[in-house]
């Protein structure tokens, strides 16, 4: 498995000097294991996906309200 694949909550991460496992950066940054998953399934590098606050999701760049 690539890093670019493995998303599991126990995976061990370095960010700046300090690691600790995915869902720790999870919950120390006010984010859910889930939302931080969903980001990794959809190709975010571990600092991307543990970034805290709103995305704009990619899918959704193409879609207009029908006016």
């Given at each position: 498995?690539?890093?670019?694949?493995?998303?599991?909550?126990?995976?061990r991460i370095t960010l700046?000097?300090?690691?600790?496992?995915?869902?720790?950066?999870?919950?120390?940054?006010g984010l859910?294991?889930?939302?931080?998953?969903?980001?990794?399934?959809?190709?975010?590098?571990?600092?991307?996906?543990?970034?805290?606050?709103?995305?704009?999701?990619?899918?959704?760049?193409?879609?207009?309200?029908?006016?």
């Amino acid at each position: 498995m690539t890093e670019q694949t493995v998303c599991a909550s126990t995976t061990r991460i370095t960010l700046g000097e300090e690691t600790l496992t995915a869902i720790e950066w999870a919950a120390r940054r006010g984010l859910k294991w889930q939302t931080v998953r969903m980001r990794r399934y959809r190709g975010e590098g571990w600092t991307e996906a543990l970034s805290p606050g709103l995305r704009k999701t990619r899918w959704m760049n193409g879609l207009s309200m029908g006016r």
